[in-house]
T-cell receptor, first 115, second 118 residues
């Protein structure tokens, strides 16, 4: 069975702090995609990143960075120098390349950045 | 590009009435559309997968007769909540996928529809 676990339900930090959101996934497939989405209070999902299972290189995009480690089945997301606008719920998701090709979402982490 | 719209963005209805939510892919043809439901402070749960011109595939525990899905064209899928009750109040999100659209048939999400049943 496929499963995505985001153990951190809520995180609260002060602006300018760095924060890491954890994501652990389970799948027996060797090929898959992993995603991170941001859901601000408006509700609309904002796509942040997609990473395929064959690419373990870490990625950096501005203040955002992602650490993908197949050995530990983790795909963690770090925000550097956090800002109030980063406050949102963040979801990690798993997409298999076979079968029904459905997205399996983690429970989400509610991130609050305090001024 | 790759814009998905939903209509309405929010709806309030009386218990027992039916509500139709539309999901449209505005600039691409979506052979497959997905419907998700999200309760407050919870994750997105897939309700069903619909392919154009065929019956939807429902996830376990989702009532087919309660949530009617019609994917009549390559740009439109509708979700009808029949005989809605307060427990159906939720945020409904659709996504659309088109083969060959991106590196991996990426799903594009709509902005969601907030349904409140009184």
């Amino acid at each position: 069975a496929q499963k995505v676990t985001q153990a951190q339900t809520e995180i609260s930090v002060v602006e300018k702090e760095d924060v890491t959101l954890d994501c652990v996934y389970e799948t027996r497939d060797t090929t898959y995609y992993l995603f991170w989405y941001k859901q601000p209070p408006s509700g609309e999902l904002v796509f942040l990143i997609r990473r395929n299972s064959f690419d373990e290189q870490n990625e950096i995009s501005g203040r955002y960075s992602w650490n993908f480690q197949k050995s530990t089945s983790s795909f963690n997301f770090t925000i550097t120098a956090s800002q109030v606008v980063d406050s949102a719920v963040y979801f990690c998701a798993l997409d298999l390349l076979q079968g029904a090709q459905k997205l399996v979402f983690g429970q989400g982490t509610r991130l609050t950045i305090n001024p | 590009g790759a814009v998905v719209s939903q209509h309405p963005s929010w709806v309030i209805c009386k218990s027992g009435t039916s509500v139709k939510i539309e999901c449209r892919s505005l600039d691409f043809q979506a052979t497959t559309m997905f419907w998700y439901r999200q309760f407050p402070k919870q994750s997105l749960m897939l309700m069903a997968t619909s392919n154009e011109g065929s019956k939807a595939t429902y996830e376990q525990g989702v009532e087919k007769d309660k949530f009617l899905i019609n994917h009549a064209s390559l740009t439109l899928s509708t979700l009808t909540v029949t005989s809605a009750h307060p427990e159906d109040s939720s945020f409904y999100i659709c996504s659309a996928r088109s083969p060959g659209r991106g590196p991996r048939d990426e799903q594009f999400f709509g902005p969601g529809t907030r349904l409140t049943v009184l």
